[in-house]
């Protein structure tokens, strides 16, 4: 037999389920639109990876030095705390001069705002 209380614990459950799926229905649109561009930061990384393949380590660092400021003054370095973290070991590794070094972290670098551009996956 029904009772009282089993109905009203029911209807709860009901109201509650309603209301997530009416909002995880909304989740990726919001996923989509809280992707930041990061082409600038691409682009950028990618000149001082050219600057270091030219050897011109002092350009390169000095293309990292904006980018960092580009980076730092949009406030992703709190937003993305990992690719802010791999962007500080590229700008070191052009600091020192160590050309195979620099590339291998401006590639990683690249590749983590890469993974970070595309939208998540349904």
């Avoid at 209380?5 to 009416?22: I, K, N, R």
């Avoid at 380590?57 to 992703?76: H, I, N, R, V, Y």
Wanted: hydrophobic share 45%; charged share 25%; proline share 4%.
């Amino acid at each position: 037999m029904l009772t009282r209380t089993f109905l009203e614990h029911a209807l709860l459950a009901v109201a509650v389920f309603a209301m997530l799926c009416a909002f995880t229905s909304t989740l990726p649109a919001a996923q989509k639109a809280t992707t930041p561009d990061l082409k600038p930061y691409q682009t950028m990384a990618q000149d001082a990876l050219k600057l270091v393949t030219a050897k011109d380590m002092k350009g390169a660092s000095k293309k990292m030095d904006e980018l960092e400021q580009k980076w730092d003054a949009s406030g992703l370095n709190q937003t993305l705390p990992n690719i802010d973290s791999e962007m500080d070991a590229a700008k070191d590794a052009v600091g020192s001069g160590d050309a195979k070094k620099a590339t291998a972290e401006l590639n990683t670098y690249l590749d983590l705002l890469a993974r970070a551009s595309k939208p998540a996956k349904k």
